[in-house]
């Protein structure tokens, strides 16, 4: 057996909804990130009673229901998509959940509303939009953090992530930073500056 299927089996069964989730993603071919990832995020927001929470790129929302679904009573999750027919399955999804209230989906291009973003002091900010934006997002995104918030980075070794970004994440000087090898590469910075 090997340490994957060894892990996969010894994890407890994530919660219904997220099962049934990750099959829509999978029968209309949706990228989504992996179940391990999505665990990490969970992990992460529980240990930091996550209040905060920005995200770029819901998708059908599977990332957004792991961390909603570990917030406190009082957390809120803002989340940056174009897409508004993904974004109303997102919503289906959290509205089952009773999410609704927690969760707030902005349905334009991260890029026009990331300057203009009224949250700061964020406690995570996990990003899984653009490619080819991922430096954008990054130099943006450290200055809404608090200080040890966390940036979180889905598809850090992508073939569409350029090799120079993960040098400059890795040494950007106000994150102390890792690149994990979950699914395609989780980048996660601590914000230090």
Known sequence: MTETGYLA?????????????????????????ERETGRLLSTLVHAMQANRILEIGTGFGY?????????PPAGKIWSIDPDRESSDIARSYFERANLSD???????????ILPTFS???LDIIFIDG??????????ICVNLLKRSGLII???????????????????????????LPLGDG???????G
């Open 63 to 71: 990332a957004t229901l792991w961390m909603g679904l570990a917030l």
């Open 130 to 139: 653009r490619k080819d934006e991922y430096p954008e997002y990054l130099e």
């Open 153 to 179: 980075i889905d598809d850090m070794l992508h073939p569409m992530v350029d090799r120079n970004f993960h040098r400059t994440f890795l040494r950007h000087p106000e994150l102390d930073a890792i690149i």
């Open 119 to 121: 949250g700061r002091n």
């Open 9 to 33: 089996r010894t994890h407890r069964e994530p919660p219904a909804l997220l099962l049934e989730l990750e099959q829509h993603g999978r029968r209309e071919d949706v990228a989504i990130i």
């Open 102 to 112: 927690a969760i707030e989906i902005l349905s334009q291009p991260a890029l026009d």
């Open 186 to 192: 989780v980048g996660l910075g601590s914000r230090i």
